[in-house]
């Protein structure tokens, strides 16, 4: 049970059908049509030689299809990480061996989720809320487009182009290149909106229908690629193609390099495994509750390190969950990771017999396959409902794209999570609180801004409290409460109601010692009320509970008024309650 | 009246009393004796030369006495912020003009100050928990006490000393300048400890004995420059001395440099002026209490932000409430901030009159009364306290203590505030829910692991979370509401009882939308029972509303069940209710 549960294949591999592989071999082969060009065009977009994301197409599916508890995830390079690895990259002396880095980013990244996980931290997820990670999403894409549009266009940048430069660069765009990335997209667009109802409408079955419209992205490829050939068109035409690529499979070694790059690679590294992380559990969960399957987070950060490790030791770049395939890929009708492995051999064997076809691939056509599969990923619209419920969610959302897209990738990222956990405390600064009253006749206590007629006393407050106390509230809890004693000249004890609190934390503890000796101070003595169990617990042992007495811990509101509401001499009653 | 709250000074000026003045009188001349030589103290800690602590030491309090709150705080130079201003300044190219940068610190944190005033943000005091500020304090107390150390073994350390040279340099020592310091440290500590048992026992009167014991730091300042004038120490055995300052007042007037420089010292302004501020109320905060009297955590921003411009504009150095001289001040009997003003004109007098002995004053002498002054801030109890209370406070308390000593001031500051966010969230990431069933004969819902007993039906579920649904616990309570309904195979309607819910943030809204759509792809309804008003009012325009048919909203738990316990055909009841 214990291994089933750290090793989910064998949960499935135990209860494979016929079905199973029926639905898995086509999910299999389609995902494995979309991989090809979109690894190799991830590479180029990380700045990175095309066998990079090919190299990390074979082992990681296949160490997430051992250890992952998806059954539909689609694991490998994806744009969002590739767009990070260029930025992380970018800021390396220019000298240095830019794949050494990317693998070692892939192992960092791996490391750091491998240990979340075996010390159980998934919920880190947490930390990332819906509006940082929908504003970085699309801000990430408009970077990624941005950054794909010279290779569209044909334009070779110098390394230390200047914004001056940028209309004489523009203007030596390459018609060739630009025609057959035009066209790539148009068919990519084509494929996604009207392909399916023709091919329906020319009398294929639906589902033949769907799964050749999958096919676009190494249709656009092939013609790419032919026309290349035909024309002459990266000798005569001077566009730029993908060039010669290693034959075979990679080498699996691993070099590491010295601790200053390796401490220097690790925020980058970090950040790229917490939001794959969080984006391929999204993915991951929203398709396992249409099966009623379950996701577990820890042994997700297990089986997404471990791909990441895996992606390293082959030589190649970070990788994760990616929505496009993986969605693909269930909608193709994958049943279990099967589907994930036979993807990944059909890309281990495109990189043992075809890379000197791969060579001559126009960089315009993957351009135009990373622009139309992050195209989708902005998403104005979110912003828009964000703002439209919270002012303060869609300011965060706007402050994280904004962000990214001038400070950078990481720098936008982390600005947004700031801002977020900063709001997140701000909303939490001003709890509420309420002065409570009896109820004539009963034990029952009410708000006395909501309910008339109850039953007050001069002499005795009693204030209910519906927050957890946190150094949040502290500050504002305790102005609130002196505003009270100040108002009521005759005050001689005041009753903290804690049936709302959860839980006080040291800043709060060190506030309520403060306002024992403050009330005492001026003539008031402060007592507790329905003090739940964990909290007495830890209350009990603190100097707050020294500095209680003569102020007492009742058990209910009702036996606190009870006790307090005739006597005038708290020192005197000391001993009349339990 | 709207006046007088933006200016205090008008409220106690009117009813200003002979008693007042007595009190004042006697705390403003003691606080001036205590303020000259820490003043001068501080401008070396800091980096700058001597005039500027006594600079910040006119205007200042006559700034905050204008527009404070409290009665009794004293404003001028302080030992965490003189250190901030050293590490800062630091990083500025070595042939900058210091004092200039130190003006523009000021100026910088006083607007800070007052914007965060005008927008009422005073609650920002909020972030800086108490674990992150105790672990700062006393880290930030060793840096000082090291930065000392080579003034009192009169030592010179050059700018550029390695690890290497320190045994030569310490060897080095200047046995004249650590008699002097040592003496000093010994007299201070005598003061502080025996002697006002001494002077009572010589029959002298309580208050007096109270007072002789504070003029210390002035006895050691005039000893030690006795001691350099009679022997010759300064020409002849090489201990430092403060050195010539110019004469007289300071001119008043404000160089602004360029932006870049501006940019560039607006992080470090802003946490100099963050946790000044927030020492300084909570010192104002806890006199204040103490007389019932009332800090408006606002007005206070306005009037140190002014306290700072104007240390600004009289060439000085970033100011706040010290902690030492405000607890002197008010011990010695100061009503009102009269008593600042008598001190201000005071200082101003040394500065007029007495600045060619000062140049005397021996710089060991002066390290003795910083190294005295910032022991107090050690404080390791605190620290055991929050650990064993606490290990998320206590590990907080420690991360900051150990940033600032090794990674420096503002990046260990900055590390504990993002350290204490982050355990903000994670705590709240497990937020309290429970499965309720009806007390039967009731209209009563109790927890059914608390309550046996109590009814439950297969095809309906209700839960009640205790806690507003936000980004913080998004993750774990889809993860938890699945499970439950994993566990339950004839579940058909889960009712969510929202009456502990004060809010949902905008990524809980996405979560909420998920959910409804998971649930209803696997034969569920969601429905939600209780929401609060002002919660509803938000809910009323979203997606989620327009999603949730066939779910409904009740208004109590119990119109939910009589609704759904019966019916097993959710839409064939959907006009039942209304």
């Given at each position: 049970?214990?291994?089933?549960?750290?090793?989910?294949?064998?949960?499935?591999?135990?209860?494979?059908?016929?079905?199973?592989?029926?639905?898995?071999?086509?999910?299999?082969?389609?995902?494995?049509?979309?991989?090809?060009?979109?690894?190799?065009?991830?590479?180029?977009?990380?700045?990175?030689?095309?066998?990079?994301?090919l190299?990390?197409?074979?082992?990681p599916?296949?160490?997430?299809?051992?250890?992952?508890?998806?059954?539909?995830?689609?694991?490998?390079?994806?744009?969002?990480?590739?767009?990070?690895?260029?930025?992380?990259?970018?800021?390396?002396?220019?000298?240095?061996?830019?794949?050494?880095?990317?693998?070692?980013?892939?192992?960092?990244?791996?490391?750091?989720?491998?240990?979340?996980?075996?010390?159980r931290?998934?919920?880190?997820?947490?930390?990332?809320s819906?509006?940082?990670?929908?504003?970085?999403?699309?801000?990430?894409?408009?970077?990624?487009?941005?950054?794909?549009l010279?290779?569209?266009?044909?334009?070779?940048?110098?390394?230390?182009?200047?914004?001056?430069?940028?209309?004489?660069?523009?203007?030596?765009?390459?018609?060739?290149?630009?025609?057959?990335?035009?066209?790539?997209?148009?068919?990519?667009?084509?494929?996604?909106?009207?392909?399916?109802?023709?091919?329906?409408?020319?009398?294929?079955?639906?589902?033949?229908?769907?799964?050749a419209?999958?096919?676009?992205?190494?249709?656009?490829?092939?013609?790419?690629?032919v026309?290349?050939?035909?024309?002459?068109?990266?000798?005569?035409?001077?566009?730029?193609v993908?060039?010669?690529?290693?034959?075979?499979?990679?080498?699996?070694?691993?070099?590491?390099?010295?601790?200053?790059?390796?401490?220097?690679?690790?925020?980058?590294?970090?950040?790229?495994?917490?939001?794959?992380?969080?984006?391929?559990?999204?993915?991951?969960?929203t398709?396992?509750?249409?099966?009623?399957?379950?996701?577990?987070?820890?042994?997700?950060?297990?089986?997404l390190?471990?791909?990441?490790?895996?992606?390293?030791?082959?030589?190649?770049?970070?990788?994760?969950?990616?929505?496009?395939?993986?969605?693909?890929?269930?909608?193709?009708?994958?049943?279990?990771?099967?589907?994930?492995?036979?993807?990944?051999?059909?890309?281990?064997?495109?990189?043992l017999?075809?890379?000197?076809?791969?060579?001559?691939?126009?960089?315009?056509?993957?351009?135009?396959?990373?622009?139309?599969?992050?195209?989708?990923?902005v998403?104005?619209?979110?912003?828009?409902?964000?703002?439209?419920?919270?002012?303060?969610?869609?300011?965060?959302?706007?402050?994280?794209?904004?962000?990214?897209?001038?400070?950078?990738?990481?720098?936008?990222?982390?600005?947004?999570?700031?801002?977020?956990?900063?709001?997140?405390?701000?909303?939490?600064?001003?709890?509420?609180?309420?002065?409570i009253?009896?109820?004539?006749?009963?034990?029952?206590?009410?708000?006395?801004?909501?309910?008339?007629?109850?039953?007050?006393?001069?002499?005795?407050?009693?204030?209910?409290?519906?927050?957890?106390?946190?150094?949040?509230?502290?500050?504002?809890?305790?102005?609130?409460?002196?505003?009270?004693?100040?108002?009521?000249?005759?005050?001689?004890?005041?009753?903290?109601?804690c049936?709302?609190?959860?839980?006080?934390?040291?800043?709060?503890?060190e506030?309520?010692?403060?306002?024992?000796?403050?009330?005492?101070?001026?003539?008031?003595?402060?007592?507790?009320?329905?003090?739940?169990?964990?909290?007495?617990?830890?209350?009990?042992?603190?100097?707050?509970?020294?500095?209680?007495?003569?102020?007492?811990?009742?058990?209910?509101?009702?036996?606190?008024?009870?006790?307090?509401?005739?006597?005038?001499?708290?020192?005197?009653?000391?001993?009349?309650?339990?």
């Amino acid at each position: 049970m214990a291994l089933r549960r750290s090793i989910p294949l064998l949960e499935w591999a135990r209860t494979y059908t016929r079905a199973d592989l029926n639905g898995d071999l086509l999910a299999g082969t389609i995902t494995a049509i979309m991989l090809v060009p979109q690894a190799m065009a991830f590479s180029l977009l990380a700045g990175l030689p095309p066998q990079a994301g090919l190299y990390a197409s074979i082992l990681p599916p296949v160490a997430y299809a051992v250890l992952g508890t998806s059954r539909t995830l689609a694991v490998g390079p994806v744009s969002v990480a590739a767009i990070m690895v260029a930025q992380a990259l970018a800021s390396l002396p220019p000298d240095s061996d830019r794949l050494a880095a990317s693998v070692l980013l892939a192992l960092l990244a791996g490391i750091v989720l491998i240990v979340l996980g075996v010390l159980r931290l998934g919920l880190l997820a947490n930390f990332l809320s819906h509006p940082v990670l929908s504003g970085f999403t699309t801000a990430a894409a408009l970077v990624i487009v941005a950054a794909q549009l010279p290779s569209l266009l044909g334009i070779a940048l110098p390394r230390d182009w200047q914004p001056d430069d940028l209309p004489a660069l523009v203007a030596a765009f390459n018609p060739a290149a630009l025609a057959i990335g035009a066209g790539a997209l148009a068919l990519l667009w084509f494929a996604a909106t009207g392909l399916e109802r023709v091919l329906r409408a020319g009398g294929m079955s639906a589902a033949a229908a769907s799964s050749a419209s999958k096919t676009a992205p190494l249709l656009a490829v092939v013609a790419g690629t032919v026309a290349v050939g035909v024309f002459d068109l990266d000798t005569v035409h001077g566009v730029q193609v993908v060039g010669s690529l290693p034959a075979g499979l990679p080498e699996l070694d691993l070099d590491l390099p010295g601790w200053t790059t390796l401490i220097g690679l690790l925020p980058s590294a970090a950040l790229i495994a917490f939001v794959g992380y969080v984006e391929s559990v999204s993915i991951a969960k929203t398709l396992a509750n249409r099966r009623r399957q379950m996701i577990d987070p820890n042994q997700e950060l297990v089986a997404l390190g471990a791909a990441n490790v895996s992606a390293a030791i082959s030589g190649g770049m970070p990788v994760a969950g990616g929505f496009s395939r993986t969605m693909v890929n269930f909608n193709a009708g994958a049943r279990t990771q099967a589907a994930s492995i036979l993807t990944a051999a059909l890309v281990a064997l495109v990189a043992l017999l075809f890379t000197p076809l791969l060579a001559h691939v126009p960089k315009a056509v993957l351009a135009a396959i990373i622009i139309f599969a992050v195209s989708r990923l902005v998403d104005v619209r979110t912003a828009l409902l964000a703002w439209r419920y919270d002012r303060i969610d869609g300011a965060v959302l706007l402050t994280t794209a904004l962000g990214v897209l001038t400070l950078g990738i990481e720098t936008g990222l982390v600005a947004g999570l700031v801002l977020s956990l900063l709001a997140y405390v701000w909303r939490a600064s001003r709890p509420h609180f309420a002065v409570i009253g009896r109820v004539r006749g009963t034990e029952h206590f009410r708000n006395v801004l909501r309910y008339s007629n109850l039953e007050t006393w001069p002499h005795l407050l009693l204030l209910r409290v519906d927050e957890h106390l946190s150094f949040a509230n502290t500050v504002y809890l305790e102005q609130a409460l002196m505003q009270q004693v100040a108002a009521r000249p005759k005050l001689e004890h005041m009753v903290l109601v804690c049936s709302g609190i959860n839980g006080v934390d040291f800043s709060a503890l060190e506030m309520l010692v403060k306002l024992t000796l403050s009330l005492r101070a001026a003539g008031i003595t402060l007592h507790l009320a329905e003090v739940k169990g964990p909290v007495m617990d830890r209350l009990r042992e603190t100097e707050l509970m020294h500095r209680l007495p003569p102020g007492r811990v009742f058990l209910s509101t009702h036996e606190a008024v009870e006790a307090l509401r005739s006597t005038r001499h708290p020192r005197g009653s000391r001993d009349s309650g339990k």
